[in-house]
């Protein structure tokens, strides 16, 4: 252990510069995000991650976040394991039906100010599940959402444009 | 003499492939219960296909698969539950799906319609849904018992699912699962899908087993096509597979250790993980590999310079993770976690056909690699690794000990990889036929039944995961144990939730 410790001390970290804010998410969250929102959250935010009906890969990659190439929380961003703590719901997958309570219950118990960041091409609109008899929709067909991030599943480096424009915004 | 010889049947459906599908009456479903139940053979799926009920059956020895179809009479079957427990949660599934009942069965609790559906019996005949009585919980009795309910939102990133535990002061006295909140219709968007839709939906029913799923559906359609894939896509299949198991595995390990409070091997095993995923997209352009593997061969040949970027992995991962198996050995107050903390008897895994981690962990090898031979690994040498002590530390160690025969695997792959095409054509059939599909994900073997209906579109087709017999088994491996010891046992099985519900 100590071999392992010694060397990461010593060693040049694997950390990578973060990615320029992705434009599109700017764009988005310039209509959406009131300014008063803004100034209380400054430049630090909580993150709550919600599967409201992913096929899991979206949550591979949003835990990938975590990892030493992309260490989110030197951005100032970092998940919290409740609602109650959440500035950011980040809901995965296209919602189902059977979902959709637990999802609405979740956003009720995240205090304003808030926002909702859809991840992957399912939570836009239910992506190829569209459609069944089990899927209540998209995200925006729940909660109200204010950034989508799409890709299946957006890679990490995406994510994190993503969330670096909705830092930028809220600076 | 072949399992379906075993079993009196009426006839062989006409093109079912590779293995064969038999009609029985009364007599013979309920010989196929008999041989389950005194453990003569495994249960590999129970699934329906209204009218009719289907049950596949493996004889690991042999690596013969025999599936035995049963004409429910009045939307009724005779119960495999009542005699063979496995069956139970895919018995609640058929009556959920297609509204056909097991009589006899023990449990007649819904499992995935939590009645939250416009309708009900989405694959029969449907109805419109009725207010839904409550769910009542299996009771626990004695003296100062409380439960604690968990989810369906849990506090990680991790999928939804909800455990009713019933506990006394610290120790779990018992745990039941309910599942089915990631339930997304696969099956039934599957029905009347083309041939390619039908390929993404596969990939898409558990994320990180997606080159998995890909592969089992890929075989089973050009079983019931009569196609071949080319060589060198067997090679590359082989490959991508075996990058998702290392991937997996390397998460997996630093996940288990983390919820241990270890978070060093996380820190660790996530740059492994990070270094393997990357590796994988400059070989096929996608870091998971989704949607590489179709029916017929693979979309895209490995890029000019990946054998040499995955050789740089292997010699990179080669060189950092013995030192990883040393840290975890050597950490006594992580060993003091694992070791004896929630486990599956040898007795339990084997009746419950569990796979992957979890049946290895103890002592059932099965593996679909070796067990039915499929194309490549036919041609490659691999250990399966199994241990008998069947708790949290037997399955890091089994882990530990596939991560190493991957890295073999992917060598020998780079090493023989054929020259030649990628991908064969693959042309709908005039007529109908169907095609069964197991291949080895990284938690266990994932079955693909498909049937196609002559004009290239899917008429059923069923998918199911390894973690429906691994999911029961958590249930009994917390028993006794001590709550703060839940997410350990929990994170060491990894079952899928989506993969699950469906």
């Known amino acids: 252990m100590r071999r392992t410790l010694f060397e990461s001390l010593t060693q040049r970290a694997l950390t990578e510069a973060p990615p320029a804010p992705d434009k599109t998410a700017l764009a988005e969250l310039t209509k959406s995000v009131n300014r008063a929102a803004r100034a209380k959250l400054g430049r630090s935010l909580s993150i709550r991650q919600v599967d409201a009906g992913s096929c899991n890969g979206c949550e591979l990659e949003i835990h990938a976040l975590n990892n030493a190439f992309y260490d989110l929380e030197r951005l100032g961003l970092r998940f919290v394991a409740s609602p109650r703590h959440a500035d950011v719901l980040m809901v995965t997958g296209p919602v189902t039906k059977n979902m959709r309570e637990a999802l609405l219950r979740t956003y009720n118990a995240t205090p304003d100010p808030k926002w909702v960041v859809a991840v992957g091409g399912c939570a836009v609109d239910g992506g190829i599940f569209a459609g069944s008899y089990a899927v209540a929709g998209g995200v925006k067909d729940i909660i109200p959402a204010d950034l989508h991030i799409r890709g299946c599943p957006p890679s990490p480096t995406e994510l994190l444009k993503g969330l670096i424009a909705l830092l930028e915004h809220a600076r | 003499m072949a399992l379906i010889d075993s079993i009196k049947h009426r006839e062989h459906a006409k093109a079912h492939r590779p293995w064969p599908r038999a009609i029985v009456g009364d007599d013979g479903w309920k010989k196929a219960i008999d041989l389950l139940a005194r453990g003569r053979c495994t249960l590999l799926g129970l699934w329906g ?4 009920v289907h049950m596949a059956l493996l004889d690991e020895k042999a690596g013969d698969i025999a599936v035995v179809s049963y004409a429910c009479k009045n939307g009724k079957y005779p119960s495999v539950a009542e005699r063979h427990a496995p069956a139970l949660r895919l018995e609640r599934t058929i009556r ?53 309910p968990v989810g369906p939102v849990h506090a990680g990133i991790i999928e939804p699912g909800h455990f009713r535990f019933t506990a006394n002061g610290e120790h779990v006295v018992r745990l039941e699962q309910r599942l089915g909140y990631v339930h997304k219709g696969i099956e039934s968007l599957m029905d009347g899908a083309a041939l390619d839709a039908a390929a993404k939906l ?11 799923y890909s592969y089992a559906f890929a075989q089973a359609a050009e079983a019931a096509l009569q196609v071949k894939a080319p060589p060198r896509a067997n090679y590359l299949r082989a490959l991508m597979a075996e990058l998702e198991r290392l991937a997996n595995h390397f998460g997996d390990i630093g996940a288990i250790c983390n919820d241990a409070s270890f978070a060093l091997m996380h820190a660790q095993t996530s740059i492994l993980r990070e270094r393997t995923l990357r590796a994988a997209e400059a070989c096929f352009g996608h870091r998971l590999m989704m949607d590489v593997i179709v029916p017929g061969g693979v979309t895209r040949d490995i890029a000019p310079n990946g054998p040499a970027q995955l050789r740089a992995l292997l010699s990179e991962i080669r060189k950092a993770f013995p030192r990883l198996i040393e840290l975890y050995d050597n950490t006594a107050s992580l060993l003091d976690r694992t070791v004896t903390t929630g486990i599956v008897k040898p007795a339990l895994a084997r009746q419950f056909g569990a796979g992957g981690t979890v049946g290895r962990a103890s002592g059932r090898g099965f593996d679909a690699r070796r067990n039915l031979n499929y194309a490549p690994y036919d041609e490659i040498k691999f250990d399966v690794p199994v241990l008998e002590a069947g708790d949290v530390n037997a399955r890091v160690w089994i882990r530990i000990r596939e991560v190493e025969q991957s890295l073999s695997l992917i060598e020998q792959i780079l090493n023989r990889l054929p020259e030649g095409a990628t991908r064969t054509s693959v042309k709908a059939s005039a007529r109908i036929c169907e095609g069964l599909g197991v291949a080895e994900a990284f938690r266990g073997e994932v079955l693909v039944w498909l049937r196609l209906d002559g004009k290239g579109r899917v008429a059923r087709c069923h998918l199911r995961d390894a973690s429906w017999f691994q999911w029961p088994l958590l249930e009994a491996a917390i028993e006794g144990n001590i ?19 469906l």
């Open chain 2, 483 to 501: 709550v703060a010891d839940f997410p350990l046992c929990n994170k060491s099985f990894n079952c899928s939730y989506s993969g699950h519900d």
């Open chain 2, 96 to 148: 959920d799906l297609f509204g056909m009942e097991a009589v006899g069965t023990p449990d007649t609790r819904p499992w995935l319609d939590l009645g939250f559906w416009d309708v009900r019996y989405p694959l029969g005949k449907r109805q419109r849904a009725q207010k839904p009585a409550p769910y009542v919980f299996l009771p626990a009795q004695g003296e100062g018992l409380h439960q604690i």
């Open chain 2, 49 to 52: 296909d209204a009218p009719d």
């Open chain 2, 202 to 212: 596969a990939a898409r029913t558990s994320g990180d087993s997606t080159v998995a």
